[in-house]
């Protein structure tokens, strides 16, 4: 029999469960047992949900992210929140957000830990800190409490951990020490939780090494050598995880470890299975990625059945089947999905639609196809409707990408001359001060829009609505005195998901959450085919918004890439080709505010690292066609209007001659939280155009008081001239609220106006 099993399930429940509980707890509306007591129903719920499989994991449900888990398993906490409170959650949330309540004393608050993206996917985690002092201690009752609760409901179980190597690689060294000699300190501590995991009378841990489908240096290829090498003496069955990519020259490595199976991620690594299966002793197990935890698409199962057959005549029991990587990355539960298209609904699978493939294939293998065949054929008749559906396909949008010339992706002077241009039409003065876009979406204006779209509010009485927090958003830029302002996006429930609404092939979903990070959720809309702008999309509301006031007033856009990249992208044509549809698209939007007298526009890319090949050999690919999408959507204006873009945990050193290439007059990225070191990168690449390092990191409550925002402008201006640098927040404030963003944002004014005066 073919053994099937989860990598991990979504946490944040069918309706978003989790997230309203844990906001409630940080105002301390409802209790600390009172959350473990949701956290527990919902575990319950998703392995209800996950019954079919043979193994279920356990230790996937985290309350923020199972980086930071790990850390506080493996007692690596900031030297920052030792001390503060024996309540270890508090600390926890601490390290997460800065502080644990909203109504906590300041002396309680501490900086937030710095916070990236998980390997190439739009999951951010919080990352763990190293010295050379740093000390591991085991504390794994959480662990153990979960494994104990799943137990006691009967669940056949397989604990899931991030392997050490792979912790190491995520960390961040505060100093010039190396993290790979902390390995000897941690191997220890793996081992004493492995004795821990004994003592349950579980059989196989999942241990995650997605690093394997990185390239790696020989020291790091040693370390997991030595690693596996030391935990090999464990009686547990060690099952050695990867995903997101191809194993490459990390494929022999992977299946010589001592370990007792390994899985692949054979969606991303499918024409490296055979090879595995050369290398692979005969003792262990392959567990393969079939069902794609990445995307929404369902799974061509009669396709996929046809090449499995083989290999699971040559393998039997030594077979084991699973989704690519963790569930976490998909919605839950398509059947909430009432509203829908049915044709277009019936291409999707969400996460428990994916085990049922799961399930369903491996009954195909081990039972044959005649015992599902009623399925099979469902299956290959929406495989075969999505394939030729005239929905999917428009000649005319594929016409005009084949019309894109290098000339549309140019502006019409260098950045030295539209400098000067810009600069006598907007006279601003030194260290402008500007925000991202978003301010605080408060309960009124979700209302009001909630209202609309079901009808309870006329059209015209939510124009006037919108109109009214764009009035309240522009007299409070008025009140604190900024430089440029922004209209607050209040009518846009989402970055991507706003533009996408009003794009041609594009579905939406009611309840199609993931997680973002903690209490974050993104609802990505749908790509399902070709695509097109049928009218202007903000125009309306930045006119209104510039007629309000004489300062600059930015129009704000979502760019290209970071709609592609945040949204469920169709995967029957080239990413690159999808992408520049869009570009195209939000060109047109770029020129007609132009044309309505905008005269500053900001594109943001805050996913164009995201992006990124997890392999360095692949990323001058990949940044080719996403520069020249982006340069095709904002190159095609007057040398007087200037361009903007924002890129959020923008850790891009290592590619800063293409954001050069992006040729923005402007770009704002964040710096808060990586105390500028963000900015090193200019000590030696000599950028040439406008910076706004943020200084107000947005994804804390806490409030940055004008010293530490001077101390950050003092050194960023070591590295860029005070001429060209902005100072702003390094994210939107949509997910603020006002009395934390209003005291925030004059102290960044107040700043501004002292670095001026130190000039």
Not at 81 to 91: F, K, S, W
Not at 467 to 477: A, L
């Given at each position: 029999?073919?053994?099937?099993?989860?990598?991990?399930?979504?946490?944040?429940?069918?309706?978003?469960?989790?997230?309203?509980?844990?906001?409630?707890?940080?105002?301390?509306?409802?209790?600390?047992?009172?959350?473990?007591?949701?956290?527990?129903?919902?575990?319950?719920?998703?392995?209800?949900?996950?019954?079919?499989?043979?193994l279920?994991?356990?230790?996937?449900?985290?309350?923020?992210?199972?980086?930071?888990?790990?850390?506080?398993?493996?007692?690596?906490?900031?030297?920052?929140?030792?001390?503060?409170?024996?309540?270890?959650?508090?600390?926890?949330?601490?390290?997460?957000?800065?502080?644990?309540?909203?109504?906590?004393?300041?002396?309680?608050?501490?900086?937030?830990?710095?916070?990236?993206?998980?390997?190439?996917?739009?999951?951010?985690?919080?990352?763990?800190?190293?010295?050379?002092?740093?000390?591991?201690?085991?504390?794994?009752?959480?662990?153990?409490?979960?494994?104990?609760?799943?137990?006691?409901?009967?669940?056949?179980?397989?604990?899931?951990?991030?392997?050490?190597?792979?912790y190491?690689?995520?960390?961040?060294?505060?100093?010039?020490?190396?993290?790979?000699?902390?390995?000897?300190?941690?191997?220890?501590?793996?081992?004493?939780?492995?004795?821990?995991?004994?003592?349950?009378?579980?059989?196989?841990?999942?241990?995650?090494?997605?690093?394997?489908?990185?390239?790696?240096?020989?020291?790091w290829?040693?370390?997991?050598?030595?690693?596996?090498?030391?935990?090999?003496?464990?009686?547990?069955k060690?099952?050695?995880?990867?995903?997101?990519?191809?194993?490459?020259?990390?494929?022999?490595?992977?299946?010589?470890?001592?370990?007792?199976?390994?899985?692949?991620?054979?969606?991303?690594?499918?024409?490296e299975?055979?090879?595995?299966?050369?290398?692979?002793?005969?003792?262990?197990?392959?567990?393969?990625?079939?069902?794609?935890?990445?995307?929404?698409?369902?799974?061509?199962?009669?396709?996929?059945?046809?090449?499995?057959?083989?290999?699971?005549?040559?393998?039997?029991?030594?077979?084991?089947?699973?989704?690519?990587?963790?569930?976490?990355?998909v919605?839950?539960?398509?059947?909430?999905?009432?509203?829908?298209?049915?044709?277009?609904?019936?291409?999707?699978?969400?996460?428990?639609?994916?085990?049922?493939?799961?399930?369903?294939?491996?009954s195909?293998?081990?039972?044959?196809?005649?015992?599902?065949?009623?399925?099979?054929?469902?299956?290959?008749?929406?495989?075969?409707?999505?394939?030729?559906s005239?929905?999917?396909?428009?000649?005319?949008?594929?016409?005009?990408?084949?019309?894109?010339?290098?000339?549309?992706?140019?502006?019409?002077?260098?950045?030295?001359?539209?400098?000067?241009i810009?600069?006598?039409?907007?006279?601003?003065?030194?260290?402008?001060?500007?925000?991202?876009?978003?301010?605080?979406?408060?309960?009124?204006?979700?209302?009001?829009?909630?209202?609309?779209?079901?009808?309870?509010?006329?059209?015209?009485?939510?124009?006037?609505?919108?109109?009214n927090?764009?009035?309240?958003?522009?007299?409070?830029q008025?009140?604190?005195?900024?430089?440029?302002?922004?209209?607050?996006?209040?009518?846009?429930?989402?970055?991507?998901?706003?533009f996408?609404?009003?794009?041609?092939?594009?579905?939406?979903?009611?309840f199609?959450?993931?997680?973002?990070?903690?209490?974050?959720?993104?609802?990505?809309?749908?790509?399902?085919?070709?695509?097109?702008?049928?009218?202007?999309?903000?125009?309306?509301?930045?006119?209104?918004?510039?007629s309000?006031?004489?300062?600059?007033?930015?129009?704000?856009?979502?760019?290209?890439?970071?709609?592609?990249?945040?949204?469920?992208?169709?995967?029957?044509?080239?990413?690159?080709?999808?992408?520049?549809?869009?570009?195209?698209?939000?060109?047109?939007?770029?020129l007609?505010?132009?044309?309505?007298?905008?005269?500053?526009?900001?594109?943001?890319?805050?996913?164009?690292?995201?992006?990124?090949?997890?392999?360095?050999?692949?990323?001058?690919?990949?940044?080719?066609?996403?520069?020249?999408?982006?340069?095709?959507?904002?190159n095609?204006?007057?040398?007087?209007?200037?361009?903007?873009?924002?890129?959020?945990?923008?850790?891009?050193?290592?590619?800063?001659?293409?954001?050069?290439?992006?040729?923005?007059?402007?770009?704002?990225?964040?710096?808060?939280?990586?105390?500028?070191?963000?900015?090193?990168?200019?000590?030696?690449f000599?950028?040439?155009?406008?910076?706004?390092?943020?200084?107000?990191?947005?994804?804390?409550?806490?409030?940055?008081?004008?010293?530490?925002?001077?101390?950050l402008?003092?050194?960023?201006?070591?590295?860029?001239?005070?001429?060209?640098?902005?100072?702003?927040?390094?994210?939107?404030?949509?997910?603020?609220?006002?009395?934390?963003?209003?005291?925030?944002?004059?102290?960044?004014?107040?700043?501004?106006?002292?670095?001026?005066?130190?000039?």
């Amino acid at each position: 029999m073919i053994t099937t099993h989860n990598l991990g399930f979504p946490r944040i429940g069918k309706k978003r469960e989790l997230k309203f509980a844990l906001e409630k707890y940080w105002k301390r509306d409802i209790t600390q047992n009172e959350l473990c007591d949701i956290a527990a129903t919902l575990r319950h719920e998703h392995w209800q949900n996950q019954e079919q499989l043979d193994l279920l994991p356990v230790g996937d449900f985290s309350f923020y992210d199972q980086v930071l888990d790990t850390s506080f398993m493996l007692g690596n906490l900031p030297e920052r929140v030792q001390n503060i409170t024996d309540n270890t959650l508090d600390n926890y949330f601490r390290v997460a957000r800065g502080r644990s309540s909203s109504n906590e004393s300041e002396c309680s608050c501490i900086q937030a830990g710095e916070m990236t993206k998980w390997f190439d996917t739009n999951y951010h985690y919080i990352v763990p800190e190293f010295d050379q002092n740093t000390q591991f201690s085991l504390d794994s009752s959480s662990l153990l409490e979960q494994i104990a609760e799943a137990q006691q409901q009967g669940h056949n179980i397989k604990p899931v951990i991030i392997g050490p190597v792979t912790y190491l690689w995520l960390g961040k060294a505060k100093d010039e020490s190396n993290k790979l000699d902390l390995l000897d300190k941690l191997l220890p501590v793996y081992a004493e939780l492995f004795s821990e995991l004994e003592k349950t009378g579980i059989e196989w841990l999942q241990i995650d090494e997605p690093v394997l489908v990185t390239e790696l240096s020989d020291a790091w290829q040693h370390a997991l050598r030595n690693a596996y090498h030391t935990l090999q003496s464990t009686p547990l069955k060690l099952l050695l995880t990867t995903y997101f990519g191809e194993l490459q020259e990390n494929l022999q490595l992977s299946c010589t470890l001592p370990v007792d199976g390994v899985h692949i991620d054979a969606i991303n690594g499918k024409d490296e299975v055979a090879k595995v299966i050369d290398w692979l002793p005969s003792h262990k197990i392959l567990s393969l990625g079939v069902i794609n935890g990445r995307n929404i698409w369902k799974t061509d199962l009669s396709d996929t059945v046809k090449w499995l057959k083989p290999i699971y005549e040559r393998l039997q029991d030594r077979l084991w089947l699973a989704p690519s990587c963790s569930l976490l990355h998909v919605p839950v539960d398509l059947d909430n999905e009432q509203k829908l298209d049915s044709e277009i609904k019936s291409w999707f699978a969400f996460a428990i639609q994916k085990l049922e493939e799961l399930a369903l294939l491996a009954s195909t293998l081990s039972e044959g196809e005649s015992s599902v065949e009623k399925q099979l054929a469902e299956n290959k008749a929406v495989i075969d409707s999505r394939k030729h559906s005239s929905r999917v396909h428009n000649q005319s949008v594929k016409s005009r990408v084949l019309e894109i010339t290098d000339e549309m992706g140019n502006r019409q002077s260098q950045y030295n001359e539209r400098a000067t241009i810009q600069r006598k039409k907007l006279n601003l003065p030194l260290y402008p001060t500007t925000t991202i876009g978003s301010f605080p979406q408060t309960l009124e204006i979700r209302k009001a829009r909630r209202d609309f779209r079901v009808g309870t509010l006329a059209e015209e009485q939510y124009r006037i609505a919108m109109q009214n927090e764009i009035k309240h958003c522009v007299n409070e830029q008025e009140t604190l005195g900024l430089d440029v302002f922004v209209h607050g996006e209040p009518e846009r429930n989402d970055m991507v998901e706003y533009f996408g609404e009003q794009l041609t092939g594009y579905a939406f979903t009611q309840f199609g959450w993931v997680q973002s990070y903690g209490s974050r959720c993104v609802k990505p809309p749908i790509i399902y085919g070709d695509i097109s702008r049928p009218e202007p999309m903000t125009v309306a509301w930045a006119h209104y918004a510039q007629s309000l006031t004489d300062k600059p007033m930015k129009g704000m856009l979502t760019g290209p890439v970071t709609i592609l990249n945040w949204s469920f992208v169709r995967d029957d044509q080239p990413r690159s080709e999808t992408c520049l549809q869009l570009a195209l698209a939000i060109r047109d939007e770029v020129l007609d505010l132009e044309k309505s007298g905008i005269t500053m526009i900001q594109i943001d890319e805050a996913a164009l690292r995201e992006g990124l090949p997890l392999r360095k050999s692949q990323w001058q690919s990949y940044l080719d066609w996403a520069i020249k999408s982006f340069r095709i959507t904002a190159n095609g204006v007057t040398d007087e209007t200037q361009i903007h873009t924002h890129m959020c945990y923008s850790e891009f050193n290592d590619i800063i001659a293409s954001i050069a290439d992006m040729d923005a007059d402007v770009i704002t990225i964040e710096t808060s939280r990586s105390d500028m070191e963000l900015l090193d990168v200019f000590d030696e690449f000599r950028y040439p155009n406008e910076i706004g390092p943020g200084v107000y990191d947005i994804h804390s409550p806490n409030i940055p008081s004008v010293k530490s925002i001077v101390d950050l402008m003092n050194k960023a201006k070591q590295r860029i001239p005070a001429e060209r640098l902005w100072v702003n927040p390094d994210c939107g404030l949509k997910t603020r609220h006002w009395d934390e963003v209003k005291p925030a944002l004059a102290n960044m004014v107040e700043a501004s106006e002292i670095l001026r005066q130190e000039r």
